[in-house]
Nanobody, 124 residues
């Protein structure tokens, strides 16, 4: 089992940047492919992007491609989401998640462990 705690959310103006972190504890962090998901009020949780166990492969939703960057530091058991050129429609709670597989997954049901989320609010 792995425990995940997100941080770094906040209020930012459109066009600005934020960096989210996800600290992992428990079983070996590097055993898991990781993902970021967003959930806006009244909407379903959506895949933002994922990263392989080694960090060598990333995959993004079209809505964030070219603006967001996912990375990980397995030595620090930490996952990151660099969010650039933020838009008001990026406003959501962002969750990190761990998949019990080395492959990047895009479905909510394919992730076994979840953090509690961190709020990102983008103002116009």
């Amino acid at each position: 089992q792995v425990q995940l705690v997100e941080s770094g959310g906040g209020l930012v103006q459109a066009g600005g940047s934020l960096r989210l972190s996800c600290a992992a504890s428990g079983r070996t962090f590097s055993s898991y492919a990781m993902g970021w998901f967003s959930q806006a009020p009244g909407k379903e949780r959506e895949f933002v992007g994922g990263i392989s166990r080694s960090g060598g492969t990333t995959y993004y939703a079209d809505s964030v491609k070219g603006r967001f960057i996912i990375s990980r530091d397995n030595a620090k058991n930490t996952l990151y989401l660099q969010m650039n050129s933020l838009k008001t429609e990026d406003t959501a709670v962002y969750h990190c998640a761990a998949a019990a597989t080395g492959l990047i997954r895009t479905g909510v049901n394919e992730y076994a462990y979840w953090g509690q989320g961190t709020q990102v609010t983008v103002s116009s």
